[in-house]
């Protein structure tokens, strides 16, 4: 089914807008939560949330490109995960402390870093475009989706030590772009 | 992670969608050009609906001998003849039938044979090396796989898991068709069902050590698994793991009456794991981690 209409059905609240996009985009959420939490349990909890956060989303929003958008939220829904449940494994005194420490500096949610964080994403992206078709892919398959060199080397047909080199060759660019632009990381 | 890593990867969720987009379906141009045909087999998307849809008690009544691995992908799924050249299965995929070995397959055995009267080309074959295979045709199909939540769930499904060295491979056209005389209209395809073949990669695998009911220390059991290449065309089931000849992997296998002393991989998403005798990495993405330790424990 069209983008498009996987839309409006969730504009009309039709529940099989959920049906639909678990059937066209269900593997690609799947596939990157899967790389970023490495347990197929919790990938698929994470799945079921951003079903429920885009039939909470859509509307108001209405995504042009659904595939991207829904990545991006298995993305966020994954780390978010992926934080608290580091946060539940600190219980050492140490990491107690020093996490009740944490409590005392500003919030890293907070507006200014949402900025930081478009501005730095506003600067990569201008930094792809200028990649070739390959590099791009490489780079968001790797960084974005969170993919196994392994996995990429074998899809594309390259060894996975070049590959790896050539992902440093990748890093080593955006680090120059980035100083260029002026942006600190 | 440090807070400059922190900043980055948080960066890298505002890349723009159409850069995301476009890369997440990019394919490489080698593999662009050798996609020339991208034909499902009917075969594996066609059974595997099937299984899907009647669900794991239904299947094991009716077939007895045969897990959740493709082990009919001849049938056709309910609703799709096997005439009708381009229908859509019960997952949704675009099926077209199993392209038929040249020349034709032989006409289709009587429902009490135990085999198909196999023809010329269903004779087991060496890989075919005449034409490199960077030129060869692609045929891509695809299939969907039951998908196991722990690796104590595909330990407890597979009939065999054994480790091993896989000494040679080579390529069959074969029906694998299930006798049955049930009067079940669509999971008995005894009657009217078609006559098929497919092409399946047969790898003889050395097994070291059996963790699980399977050929003894020491035997050769045979793995199969669907797709093959012929002189001029490659078969591949899209996501299936590449099997090397002289590797050694940890298996998860199904049973199946189709060859002796031959099982199927319990699905291509997470049975097979490449060890070097220490340590098991999985081959497919959607694999557990998995050690020796964890495996002894498992069959405890």
Known sequence: MEDVLIVELFFRRDESAITETARKYGPLCRSIAINLLGSPEDAEECVNDVYERAWSSIPPQRPEKLGAWLGKLARNVSVDRFRRERAQKRFNGVETALTELEECLPSPDTPER???????????????????????????????????????????????????????????????????EGIAV | MSERSLKL??????????????????????????????????????????????????MSKYLPDSTMAPTSPAAPPPGMEPSDPSSVSGNGTTCEPMPSPEPSPAPAPEPSAPEPEAPESSEPSAPQ???????????????????????????????????????????????LRIEDNSDEKYLDPGGDADNGLTLVTIF?????????????????????????????????????????????????????????????????????????????????????????????????
């Open chain 1, 114 to 180: 949402e900025m930081e964080s478009r501005e730095l994403g506003a600067a990569i992206s201008a930094w792809l475009r200028r990649q070739s078709e390959e590099d791009r892919a490489l780079f968001v398959r790797r960084y974005f989706s969170g993919e196994a060199l392994r996995s990429i080397a074998r899809d594309m047909g390259v060894p996975e030590n070049r590959l790896s080199q050539r992902m440093t060759r990748l890093r080593r660019s955006l680090r120059d772009a980035l100083s260029k």
């Open chain 2, 9 to 58: 990867f948080e960066g890298v969720a505002h890349i723009d969608d159409d850069l995301i987009e476009s890369a997440l379906s990019y394919r490489p141009a080698s593999r662009q050009k050798r996609r020339r045909m991208i034909v499902s087999l009917a075969a594996a998307a066609a059974v595997l609906a099937v299984v899907i849809l009647a669900g794991v008690p239904l």
């Open chain 2, 129 to 175: 090396e005449s034409i490199p295979a960077s030129e060869k045709k692609l045929i891509i199909g695809y299939a969907v796989y039951p998908h196991y939540a722990s690796l104590r769930e595909l330990a407890e499904r597979s009939d065999y898991i054994i480790f091993g060295t896989v000494m040679s491979k080579k390529y069959e056209w074969m029906s």
């Open chain 2, 204 to 300: 003889d695998v050395n097994v070291a050590n059996d963790y699980k009911a399977a050929a003894s220390t020491g035997g050769v059991i045979k793995v199969l698994v669907l797709g093959g290449e012929t002189e001029d065309t490659i078969y591949k089931i899209d996501g299936s793991p590449e099997i090397r000849i002289d590797e050694k992997y940890i298996f998860f296998l199904s049973k199946g009456s189709t060859v002796d002393n031959g099982a199927w991989l319990l699905n291509d998403t997470q049975s097979l794991y490449l060890t070097d005798g220490d340590t098991i990495s999985s081959v497919t993405k959607d694999g557990f981690e998995l050690s020796f330790e964890a495996l002894d424990k498992l069959m405890e």
